[in-house]
Every structure is written in C-alpha cells, then in structure tokens.
C-alpha cells in the first residue's frame, strides 16, 4: 500500500528555514559587528550556529524542527529585550507565527503562540523595569502585540484550511488508490495489487528460506447458475465465495478475484501440503452453507489447483503451474484440489 506521508518534503522545508535563518542571522550579525554591538553580534552568530544544526540531523525532523523553532523563539526574545539593532528588534517577532504553526501544526502551535507573546509582553515589561531597552514610544507594546496577534490569527486560518485541504486530499488519495487495487464486487483485491505482492512475498521467501504457495480457484458450473438464476444470482455467488475465503483467511494471506469466476490465492509461510487442506476445508464449508438465492439453495461447487512457489522458480511459471493443476481438477470430475 501507499504510504501517505509528507515527512520527504517536511523535511527539505525544514532544511529550507534552517538555512535561511542561518544565512539571515549571519548577515544580520556582520551589521551588529559593524555597529559594534558585540553582545548581539555574539548572539546572532549562536543563533547562525544553531539553525543550521538540522543539516546534520538526518533522521529526527521533530528534533529539526525543535532547534529551529525554538533558536527562533529565544532570539525573538532577546531582541525584544535589548531592543535589537537601534530599537529594530520587536519587528523581526511577526515572521514567528507561520514558521510556528508549520513546525508546530495548528493546536501546538496555538499553544506555543500564546506562550510566545505572553513571553514578549514580559520581555517588554522586563526590558523597562531591568535595564534592557528602553523604548520611547509608550503604545509601542500594545501596537506590536495587536498586529502580532491578528497576523498569528491569519497564520492560524491559513494553517486550520491547509490542514483540513490535506486531509481531504489523503483521503480522496486512499479512496483512489482502493478503487484501483480492489474488486467492486467481492471487495478482494483485485489482479494488480496482488501481483505487486506476490512478487514482494517471492522475495522475502527466498531470502528467509521459507515456503510460499498459490491456489487459484474456479467456480465450477459457473454459466449454468448464471443462465438459470440470472446474473445477479452469479454475483451473489462471487461475494458468497469471498466471504468465505474472508473466513479462512489469516493477516498475511491473500486471497484476490483473478478475473470472473477465478480466484487466485496467495499463502505465505505455507508448504503445497498445507495449501491442500485449507483448499479442502474451504471447498467442505461451502458445501456446508449454500448461497441463498430466491428462496433457493445453491451449493457452490470450486475446482482448485496448488502450486508451491519453488525458491529456483519464477512467479509467472508457479501461476503456469497453478492454472494446468486448476484445468487437471476440472477435467478430472471437478470440485477437486490437485496439485500434480
């Protein structure tokens, strides 16, 4: 199956804001040295330092993500509090809502807004009563902190939308992707998923020396319950059969609708000898509950033929071999199991 997941991506945008804070804060670093503020110099190239970390994290995004956002978070903070380059700092708080809330998500990121600005308003405070800088204008606080929250309010739209479109998009995504490998009728997977498969499941028996057989099955008579009960009646055959397979199925088996009244049926971990009795179990429960249809009972009758996959064999010549064992059942009185 696919997996849904956005962490490639995730990860390069993350990379992308770690090396643009890195390059900014360097840049900025190289004016507070010309200015010959050297504690925000010095603060501004930790900060380089620390954004560029996530280059050299390969597999942790969350702990990526973590150093640079809360890098970002401290820096914001100390330039409210020192007042940045000629009382400029409090300005650079506003690109902290959209990195926030895309590192974060959107509740997180909510909380750790709400965190940030009650963290500037006591940076502020701090800064009047401690010796930081002191600002001029007394509406200074209050104007930035408005405009912060409505662009954080903005961001947090943007973020509640974008979520909610991807999740639609996943989720139209998987309905595809059943659509594709799945049969409409019995809801089996269908043909192409089950070959992808088989071929993983070829591979990983030959790699743990393990066996791996096949069963394809037919529904013997097929036409005659077709041409004396309808159409209809067929199909309730077909789902019938399904739920039955459905019923001796374990979680690593697979059990797809090969094409029409044909199914194919792949057993890992599973000798030709083991393939037989459950053939046998399922051919004796069918027998046991008949299809219903129009007041009718219908005993389904399946021919069946097994094929161990051999590790020197390949998947077309075991299919081969499955299908001349199916014609050898059905020619030999049917609702048989051979595997000669």
């Known amino acids: 199956?696919?997996?849904?997941?956005?962490?490639?991506?995730?990860?390069l945008i993350i990379k992308s804001f770690a090396f643009t804070g890195s390059i900014a804060t360097a840049v900025m670093s190289f004016f507070a040295i010309i200015d010959a503020n050297y504690?925000?110099?010095?603060?501004?190239?930790?900060?380089?330092?620390l954004f560029i970390l996530p280059w050299f994290i390969k597999s942790n995004d969350r702990l990526s993500?973590?150093?640079?956002?809360?890098?970002?978070?401290?820096?914001?903070?100390?330039?409210?509090?020192?007042?940045?380059?000629?009382?400029?700092?409090p300005i650079w708080i506003f690109i902290v809502s959209p990195v926030t809330f895309f590192?974060?998500?959107?509740?997180?990121?909510?909380?750790?807004?709400?965190?940030?600005?009650?963290?500037?308003?006591a940076a502020f405070v701090i800064a009047d009563n401690?010796?930081?800088?002191?600002?001029?204008?007394?509406?200074?606080?209050?104007?930035?902190?408005l405009s912060f929250i409505v662009v954080a309010l903005l961001s947090g739209f943007y973020e509640y939308f974008r979520e909610s479109y991807s999740r639609k998009l996943i989720q139209l995504a998987k309905s595809n992707e059943i659509l594709a490998t799945t049969d409409p009728l019995?809801?089996?997977?269908?043909?192409?998923?089950?070959?992808?498969?088989?071929?993983?499941?070829?591979?990983?028996?030959?790699?743990?020396?393990t066996s791996l057989s096949i069963m394809l099955f037919d529904v013997d008579d097929f036409k005659k319950?077709?041409?004396?009960?309808?159409?209809?009646?067929?199909?309730?055959?077909?789902?019938?059969?399904?739920?039955?397979?459905?019923k001796f199925s374990r979680a690593k088996d697979i059990f797809c609708r090969w094409g029409g009244e044909e199914f194919l049926c792949?057993?890992?971990?599973?000798?030709?000898?083991?393939?037989?009795?459950?053939a046998k179990s399922i051919q004796q429960d069918l027998l046991a509950q008949p299809v219903s249809v129009e007041q009718e009972k219908i005993n389904l009758f399946v021919s069946v033929g097994v094929c161990e996959v051999i590790r020197t064999g390949s998947i077309d010549w075991a299919i081969k071999k499955a299908d001349e064992n199916l014609y050898l059942a059905k020619s030999t009185g049917k609702n048989k199991v051979c595997s000669a």
């Open 1 to 11: 199956m696919i997996n849904y997941s956005d962490q490639s991506e995730r990860k």
């Open 266 to 278: 792949v057993l890992p971990q599973t000798s030709v000898d083991g393939a037989i009795v459950l």
């Open 225 to 246: 319950i077709n041409d004396k009960y309808g159409h209809q009646a067929g199909d309730l055959a077909l789902i019938h059969l399904a739920d039955t397979f459905r």
């Open 130 to 145: 401690f010796n930081g800088y002191q600002y001029n204008s007394p509406e200074l606080l209050s104007r930035i902190l």
């Open 65 to 89: 993500s973590c150093i640079v956002l809360y890098t970002l978070f401290i820096l914001m903070l100390y330039l409210v509090y020192t007042g940045g380059s000629h009382g400029t700092g």
């Open 186 to 209: 019995t809801a089996l997977p269908n043909r192409r998923y089950t070959m992808e498969r088989l071929y993983e499941e070829k591979l990983q028996s030959d790699k743990s020396n």
């Open 103 to 121: 590192m974060r998500g959107l509740r997180k990121g909510i909380i750790d807004i709400t965190i940030f600005i009650l963290a500037v308003i």
């Open 39 to 49: 504690p925000l110099f010095a603060s501004l190239i930790i900060a380089s330092s």
